[in-house]
């Protein structure tokens, strides 16, 4: 490979030997010969050599005052292809935990591709976000990156103005590990990533739509700050019809018009997400903010409870569906909530799932083929304890807050506070579950204070 960055060697000899050293890098023992023989330079001058022939030896990876080389456009095509090979080595050798302890944050080749954020060079750029967004592989390297160093906010600027696929895709990856601690959370939000990110959400390649939703859910999960931002009017005139339309309604709308399932699942997660957060003991300790967000939480989305629906409806994620009836459990717990709830009932879909659920019903999907079966049924058994406590709560909430608009829901009501609740269920199932009946239903009476227990 060091030969290929010989200034003199033909285009076309380069290129073939950068195809034959990317072949070899393919294999981990390689890869990490690049670390420890400190050679991961070599791959990274040969792409800045791609665009300008006059980078100085002194600094191979100096992107300042580039000065592009002439290039027709089969020579281009084929650079292109050659640089992605040699990010694709670089993405596998950056995701080995020697790297990370091989190249602190301060480190010259680091703060060289931190530069490479800022360049207009697309293939650059998202070399950079992927590099980079594999060493963020900790929280202590994040909060650094974005408390410290503010990388976060060039990040977000790309998502405003870049039209590049492939650098909106490594930008995302990027963000995406960013937020995962609490402590970044408010951070990436103040930087206005919200709606920086909603310009993907509609109209956009599938695979960015979905990536973006997703990092959005990343963003808000945990924060109420974050939250109370989605949750925000779109215009602050109140004589603009924006004005009671926020970034979720944009959300709930691409729910409702989507048929990309991953896509529907990480909206429907995200109204979970914000059932959390606004029953949780951080909302409660300021009641005036969080009666303002309830209040625009069901108001300002009619019908904030369809994506949940679909969490509850569905039996290909058991983890899911959980997350599901938690989450419309805590809806139902006010007026407004469970008129939501109550709506999303009507449907035989959702309704007749939820009969399953409290009498201790596992849908035959999940029965499995017979191959370890002992530890799916275990699996299984919590899983439905945790389900039937909530799916319990949720009628015990709703007759409590709309009793008398749900007639229905009077006999599962009953059966539900039952203590044999459930037999009927377990006997149609193995006999082996039967044993395990009283234990399941020893938490039939569980507080619903207790409901943040049940969460996946």
Same mark, same amino acid.
């Given at each position: 490979?060091?030969?290929?960055?010989?200034?003199?060697?033909?285009?076309?000899?380069?290129?073939?030997?950068?195809?034959?050293?990317?072949?070899?890098?393919?294999?981990?023992?390689?890869?990490?010969?690049?670390?420890?023989?400190?050679?991961?330079?070599?791959?990274?001058?040969?792409?800045?050599?791609?665009?300008?022939?006059?980078?100085?030896?002194?600094?191979?990876?100096?992107?300042?005052?580039?000065?592009?080389?002439?290039?027709?456009?089969?020579?281009?095509?084929?650079?292109?292809?050659?640089?992605?090979?040699?990010?694709?080595?670089?993405?596998?050798?950056?995701?080995?935990?020697?790297?990370?302890?091989?190249?602190?944050?301060?480190?010259?080749?680091?703060?060289?591709?931190?530069?490479?954020?800022?360049?207009?060079?697309?293939?650059?750029?998202?070399?950079?976000?992927?590099?980079?967004?594999?060493?963020?592989?900790?929280?202590?390297?994040?909060?650094?990156?974005?408390?410290?160093?503010?990388?976060?906010?060039?990040?977000?600027?790309?998502?405003?103005?870049?039209?590049?696929?492939?650098?909106?895709?490594?930008?995302?990856?990027?963000?995406?590990?960013?937020?995962?601690?609490?402590?970044?959370?408010?951070?990436?939000?103040?930087?206005?990533?919200?709606?920086?990110?909603?310009?993907?959400?509609?109209?956009?390649?599938?695979?960015?739509?979905?990536?973006?939703?997703?990092?959005?859910?990343?963003?808000?999960?945990?924060?109420?700050?974050?939250?109370?931002?989605?949750?925000?009017?779109?215009?602050?005139?109140?004589?603009?019809?924006?004005?009671?339309?926020?970034?979720?309604?944009?959300?709930?709308?691409?729910?409702?018009?989507?048929?990309?399932?991953?896509?529907?699942?990480?909206?429907?997660?995200?109204? !979970?997400?914000?059932? @959390?957060?606004?029953?949780? =003991?951080? /909302?409660? $300790? *300021?009641?005036?903010? %969080?009666? #303002?967000?309830?209040?625009?939480?069901?108001?300002?989305?009619?019908?904030?409870?369809?994506?949940?629906?679909?969490?509850?409806?569905?039996?290909?994620?058991?983890?899911?569906?959980?997350?599901?009836?938690?989450?419309? !459990?805590?809806?139902? @717990?006010?007026?407004?909530? =469970?008129? /939501?709830? $109550? *709506?999303?009932?009507? %449907?035989? #879909?959702?309704?007749?799932?939820?009969?399953?659920?409290?009498?201790?019903?596992?849908?035959?999907?999940?029965?499995?083929?017979?191959?370890?079966?002992?530890?799916?049924?275990?699996?299984?058994?919590?899983?439905?304890?945790?389900?039937?406590?909530?799916?319990?709560?949720?009628?015990?909430?709703?007759?409590?807050?709309?009793?008398?608009?749900?007639?229905?829901?009077?006999?599962?009501?009953?059966?539900?506070?039952?203590?044999?609740?459930?037999?009927?269920?377990?006997?149609?199932?193995?006999?082996?579950?039967?044993?395990?009946?009283?234990?399941?239903?020893?938490?039939?009476?569980?507080?619903?204070?207790?409901?943040?227990?049940?969460?996946?």
């Amino acid at each position: 490979m060091e030969q290929s960055s010989e200034p003199d060697l033909d285009l076309y000899d380069r290129i073939s030997l950068v195809n034959a050293a990317a072949a070899y890098l393919k294999h981990e023992r390689f890869q990490k010969l690049l670390i420890t023989e400190n050679l991961l330079e070599v791959p990274l001058a040969l792409i800045v050599r791609s665009y300008s022939a006059q980078v100085p030896p002194s600094a191979p990876l100096s992107v300042t005052n580039l000065i592009p080389t002439a290039h027709d456009q089969e020579e281009e095509a084929q650079l292109t292809v050659m640089r992605g090979q040699l990010i694709q080595s670089l993405s596998d050798v950056s995701a080995l935990p020697e790297f990370g302890a091989s190249f602190p944050l301060n480190s010259p080749l680091i703060s060289s591709l931190v530069a490479w954020l800022f360049v207009p060079q697309v293939q650059l750029q998202t070399c950079a976000c992927i590099v980079l967004g594999n060493l963020a592989s900790s929280d202590a390297v994040c909060q650094e990156m974005v408390q410290d160093r503010d990388i976060h906010r060039p990040l977000i600027a790309k998502l405003r103005q870049s039209a590049d696929t492939q650098v909106l895709h490594s930008t995302m990856g990027f963000l995406k590990n960013l937020a995962l601690p609490s402590e970044n959370k408010d951070e990436l939000g103040e930087a206005e990533i919200i709606p920086a990110v909603s310009r993907f959400w509609d109209g956009t390649a599938p695979q960015l739509r979905f990536g973006a939703v997703s990092l959005t859910r990343q963003v808000i999960n945990g924060s109420l700050t974050n939250i109370e931002r989605l949750l925000a009017p779109l215009s602050p005139d109140p004589e603009s019809p924006a004005h009671e339309r926020t970034y979720l309604s944009l959300l709930l709308l691409l729910f409702a018009k989507s048929d990309d399932v991953p896509t529907n699942v990480e909206i429907a997660r995200i109204v !979970a997400s914000i059932c @959390r957060g606004l029953n949780s =003991s951080g /909302a409660a $300790s *300021d009641p005036e903010s %969080q009666g #303002e967000m309830l209040h625009r939480f069901y108001n300002f989305h009619p019908n904030v409870a369809r994506p949940l629906s679909m969490m509850v409806s569905q039996s290909r994620w058991p983890v899911i569906r959980s997350e599901g009836w938690f989450a419309l !459990a805590l809806m139902a @717990r006010s007026r407004d909530g =469970s008129a /939501a709830v $109550s *709506d999303v009932l009507q %449907q035989v #879909e959702v309704f007749g799932p939820l009969v399953e659920t409290i009498m201790g019903r596992v849908p035959l999907e999940e029965e499995g083929d017979g191959s370890g079966r002992e530890q799916e049924s275990e699996q299984q058994k919590v899983m439905k304890a945790k389900d039937r406590d909530n799916a319990r709560v949720l009628v015990g909430e709703l007759l409590k807050n709309r009793g008398e608009d749900i007639v229905s829901l009077q006999d599962l009501f009953v059966r539900a506070r039952s203590p044999n609740a459930g037999e009927e269920g377990e006997e149609e199932g193995d006999d082996d579950d039967d044993d395990d009946e009283d234990e399941d239903d020893d938490d039939v009476d569980q507080d619903e204070d207790d409901e943040e227990e049940n969460e996946e």
